[in-house]
């Protein structure tokens, strides 16, 4: 054995030749031999005084040169050694750097972005489009201006309920698709904070989240720890309505001038349920602002109580069978308790969330283990999926047991059987030929429900990595996560283009996406001229391209067939939502690697208390 430099050769030191050694002594000698005292005076030592002062003549002391700087005075020799020591200084040491400064820079050429975070920069954009209320300068629309101001007149709001977001194509705030968009963004930025960061959109999402949540603060009394009332939605259409509304007329909202009442409702543990997650979810998001996600904490707990109330658990779109179940019809709400529960025990560590969220009353109501397919489809109504996986984040990071284990394996189990379901093989939905997954059963807007399942699949793929496990199975089939990666990497790029149409059903994303959006404000001119409610129809009619791109907007997609027809009249291929958009954003931030891969494991449990019992003292030392 011999010692080694893992760097480049050996650290041991040569003796047997002794070249340093010797040389260094050859050296000393030989300027001792040639400066010896003692040698030069045995030379002369039978010279008397009279020679040896002829020989070495007579012994002069030279006289030492100063130069008076007035404050110093030094000799010239030290100047000497002063002015050289300053010469040689520069030249060893300023003058690289002069010459390092003048040569040009050659930078690290930046990354270039994928396509992911490319359109995601994009369909971001689109909530600042869709904001109500009095914009900030820094908006970034200038075909968008203020509006809604006198939203909410009609009720007992100081100030009225000015903010929020427009919901689609129309100017109605409908407060429960609202509310679930919130939540999906929050759970994105919780994810992923670093992917944000780094492709510098992190506080761009911060603040379309804050203007949802602070919008959705007026609509209860968030300083209350119990309400009776939520104020559901501002304006609306009712079907056979001939008065001015929001359906009526084809008006951008700068300019809307018909009445847009307030829908109220005392009951409602859906929307109450998804208000609460999305409070709850923005908390984690604001964690850095103690002031403020308090206040959002304290309403996400009052709304979830108003839900809670055995009183109050009517849908709170079955009083308005016009206004609201003809467009955000809810068909249950034990998955919002679910959902609800979940995000407030992330946000506050209580553990009364997770046994209500682990209650196997709640999954029994909600149908959680029938495996009925369109139960695996994630949207604004279907809350199950997303909050099954969410629960399931906290048995592979955590693993609680018991008492909660049984019911987290339940949920871990279904999620993975969510998972088979989306994939081709094994035949649960149908797909296009061109390779669509048919969430919607051939019904409208699939996008939406594709955007919120591509999500899924990703964040559980980023699970099981950050686990550990490289795949799981569906049934005796072992699924590899690369498989579950792949679908979801397939579905979006088919919405960015990657499809038989050849068509980006994001606006703005490619050369080639819809120009026909049905979309009030992108189809009238940003001419400073008034159209009135029914003068506004013209730009609807016209066939002509919609003079404003509503960019980073995805629209409703294509039919089963492939086939999608650029028509502002079919809004259910050509218009875009709020929710549909919220998993579009959640979708690209998962699976772009521009900034990195990977999700933030820790953030979501800052406030989750140790499970364990904590580890008791040591037991006194025995005396006999």
């Avoid at 971001?124 to 009095?134: D, E, P, V, W």
């Avoid at 009720?155 to 919901?167: E, I, M, R, S």
């Avoid at 068909?331 to 946000?347: H, I, K, R, V």
């Avoid at 950050?466 to 072992?478: I, K, M």
Wanted: aromatic share 12%; charged share 15%; proline share 7%.
């Amino acid at each position: 054995m011999h010692t080694g430099n893992n760097w480049g050769g050996s650290f041991e030191i040569n003796h047997g030749e002794g070249e340093l050694v010797t040389t260094s002594g050859e050296y000393d000698r030989s300027r001792t031999s040639e400066w010896d005292g003692a040698a030069l005076y045995h030379h002369h030592q039978h010279l008397d005084e009279t020679q040896q002062s002829w020989l070495l003549g007579p012994q002069e002391k030279k006289k030492t040169k100063y130069v008076d700087f007035g404050c110093i005075v030094i000799s010239h020799k030290a100047l000497k050694w002063i002015l050289g020591s300053i010469v040689l200084a520069f030249c060893v040491i300023g003058l690289p750097i002069i010459i390092a400064n003048s040569l040009p820079k050659h930078k690290s050429p930046p990354i270039t972005p994928d396509n992911y975070s490319v359109a995601l920069h994009k369909a971001l954009l689109f909530f600042n489009a869709q904001k109500s209320g009095k914009l900030p300068k820094n908006n970034g629309i200038p075909w968008r201006g203020d509006s809604g101001l006198n939203d909410g007149n009609d009720t007992d709001v100081k100030g009225g309920l000015a903010g929020g977001y427009y919901d689609a194509g129309d100017n109605i705030k409908f407060h429960f698709p609202m509310s679930y968009s919130m939540t999906m963004l929050s759970w994105s930025v919780i994810e992923y904070p670093d992917k944000y960061k780094n492709i510098n959109e992190y506080n761009h999402a911060r603040d379309l989240i804050k203007w949802g949540t602070d919008y959705l603060l007026l609509t209860f009394n968030s300083s209350a720890t119990k309400i009776n009332k939520i104020y559901c939605q501002v304006g609306g259409h009712q079907n056979g309505s001939q008065a001015p509304d929001d359906h009526d007329c084809w008006q951008k909202p700068e300019e809307m001038d018909y009445p847009r009442p307030t829908l109220t409702c005392q009951s409602g543990p859906d929307l109450a349920g998804e208000m609460a997650a999305a409070l709850a979810a923005a908390s984690i998001v604001f964690r850095d602002d103690n002031v403020y996600s308090t206040k959002l904490i304290k309403g996400a707990q009052t709304l979830f109580a108003f839900a809670r109330d055995n009183g109050k658990r009517m849908a709170y779109s079955r009083p308005y069978p016009a206004d609201i179940a003809p467009y955000y019809n809810s068909t249950g709400y034990y998955d919002e308790y679910m959902w609800g529960a979940a995000w407030l025990f992330y946000a506050t560590g209580n553990n009364s969330y997770l046994s209500l969220a682990t209650n196997p009353g709640i999954p029994k109501n909600a149908k959680a283990f029938y495996m009925i397919p369109d139960l695996s489809v994630p949207s604004w109504n279907n809350k199950l999926p997303s909050a099954m996986l969410l629960l399931t984040r906290l048995r592979l990071f955590l693993n609680p047991g018991y008492p909660y284990e049984d019911m987290l394996q339940m949920y871990h189990n279904v999620t993975g059987l969510n998972m088979c379901s989306y994939l081709h093989n094994f035949h649960v939905f149908n797909w296009t030929n061109g390779g669509l997954i048919m969430l919607s059963r051939g019904g409208p807007q699939d996008l939406q429900y594709v955007a919120n399942a591509a999500f899924l699949a990703s964040l559980f793929v980023d699970y099981l990595n950050a686990s550990g496990v490289p795949g799981w199975y569906c049934g005796n089939n072992y699924i590899s996560s690369d498989v579950l990666r792949s679908f979801a990497a397939s579905q979006m790029d088919y919405i960015l283009g990657n499809n038989p149409m050849n068509m980006s059903y994001v606006v703005g994303y490619g050369n080639k996406f819809p120009r026909h959006v049905h979309h009030r404000g992108a189809s009238t001119p940003n001419d400073h001229k008034y159209y009135s409610c029914q003068g506004g129809w013209k730009w609807f009619n016209t066939n002509n391209a919609n003079p404003i791109n509503i960019t980073g907007a995805m629209v409703g997609g294509p039919d089963q067939f492939d086939k999608f027809s650029d028509l502002r009249n079919l809004y259910n291929n050509t218009e875009p939502t709020m929710a549909g958009n919220a998993g579009l954003v959640a979708a690209l931030v998962s699976l772009t690697t521009t900034a990195g891969n990977g999700i933030d494991k820790n953030t979501i449990f800052t406030a989750v208390p140790p499970l364990y019992p904590q580890t008791p003292p040591s037991p006194p030392p025995w005396k006999p």
